[in-house]
């Protein structure tokens, strides 16, 4: 019984395939290519570095851009998972020219432009509910889950609260007669 034979991955091509071949014309990833290209740089309010300290340079404010919006849309919140998905995912890849900036460098991005990226993906929401590509009705999903500790002795109620405040404004009037 013949089977579906994969490539061998050991061979040389004289043509090689581009990152590009494996990205769809109609994936979101070139919306978010397209949407931080069209940005104007000095409305971003995003923290520049002056490239003066020793040490590794610094990587585009864009790059760290598209990547934390694909990843966003992706659900992907982790600075570390980030970092794992530039070294398998084709399409961040493709977005970011292959580079694989660390969690620290991608944590750091985020807590010192923390204002500006929220301003950034309110604006970049906001374009995708304006081309119909978000319908903008699920606002949130919170997976937050909080163990009670509630006896009858600690529960309040309305009426628990209106006899507090009764004995509060009893005891005020107590103090100032």
Known sequence: MPYVEGEDRHQIYLLPNTLDDFVEEESPVRVIDAYVDSLVREELEFRVYSGTKAGQKPYHREDLLKLYLYCYMNGIRSPRKMETETKKNIELMWLIGKLQPDHGTLSDFMKNNQSAIKKLFREFNLMLKGFGLIDGQLVAIDGT?????????HHINATIIGKKLEHINEKNRCIFA
């Open 145 to 153: 889950k909080i163990k009670a500790n509630c006896s009858k002795k």
